[in-house]
């Protein structure tokens, strides 16, 4: 079975250009979440979902940033406009059920603001 | 919410000695209390996990003990190999109706020297 697929893996762009990630989750997953890295911050879960519904998005940083789940098996992360401190990488996990289940990560996107 | 510490942030052993990653949570409602490794450039990928009614699991070199009373998990390699050199992170998982999620320790880096 496919693990969890994001892309694009690299991404670089320019100050103020609108940035959208995507995620794939293990099929039959009910949960999907969000998270970025850096060196700084170490893993912050960003937004997650069940059953395409967003359950939690106090770790969203600000406005600029937005999430939809349009259906089971898509995601995506936007960020509009985006800033140089957004640079990260941005990972995309899925779990089978809530409780104590292990989550499932994606390969991530390294994402840099110029 | 949940808060949890890990130690050390760096951690540098001999091939073929043990090594031992600890983390601390603060809310004694968490169950679930997973590991993952995760190699440079690559994604967290799960080692062993953990739930609150249990005391120890093992899975060939490794292995993770669990203090509910003092609220503290650990982390034990042993036998250990330059192929274990990576972050490794400690989460814990607060159940709750409607919510899920892990909060994750800030890492430790093991170097196995050959």
């Known amino acids: 079975d496919a693990g969890v697929i994001q892309s694009p893996r690299h991404e670089v762009t320019e100050m103020g250009q609108e940035v959208t990630l995507r995620c794939k989750p293990i099929?039959?997953?009910?949960?999907l979440f969000w998270y970025r890295q850096t060196m700084m911050r170490g893993l912050e879960l960003l937004i997650y979902?069940?059953?395409?519904?967003?359950?939690?998005d106090s770790g969203m940083p600000e406005d600029r940033f937005s999430a939809k789940m349009p259906n089971a098996s898509f995601s995506t992360l936007k960020i509009q406009p985006s800033e140089p401190r957004d640079s990260a990488v941005y990972f995309c996990?899925?779990?089978?059920?809530?409780?104590?289940?292990?989550?499932?990560f994606g390969d991530g996107t390294r994402l840099s603001i110029l | 919410g949940e808060n949890v510490e890990q130690h050390p942030s760096t951690l540098s052993v001999q091939e073929g000695d043990s090594a031992v990653i600890k983390c601390t949570y603060s809310?004694?409602?968490?169950?679930?209390f997973p590991w993952y490794k995760q190699e440079l450039g690559k994604r967290p990928q799960l080692i062993i996990d953990?739930?609150?009614?249990?005391g120890e699991k093992k899975d060939q070199r490794i292995a993770v003990t669990l203090n509910k009373t003092a609220k503290h998990f650990s982390l034990h390699i042993t036998e250990t190999q330059p192929e274990d050199s990576a972050v490794y992170f400690c989460?814990?998982?607060?159940?709750?109706?409607?919510?899920?999620?892990?909060?994750f320790g800030k890492g430790t880096k093991l170097s196995v020297i050959p």
């Open positions: 996990a899925s779990s089978l059920k809530t409780g104590a289940w292990p989550q499932h």
């Open positions: 099929s039959g997953h009910d949960y």
């Open positions: 979902f069940n059953n395409n519904v967003p359950i939690d």
């Open positions: 809310d004694s409602a968490s169950n679930y």
């Open positions: 953990i739930r609150s009614n249990v």
């Open positions: 989460a814990a998982s607060i159940p709750g109706a409607g919510s899920y999620q892990l909060t």
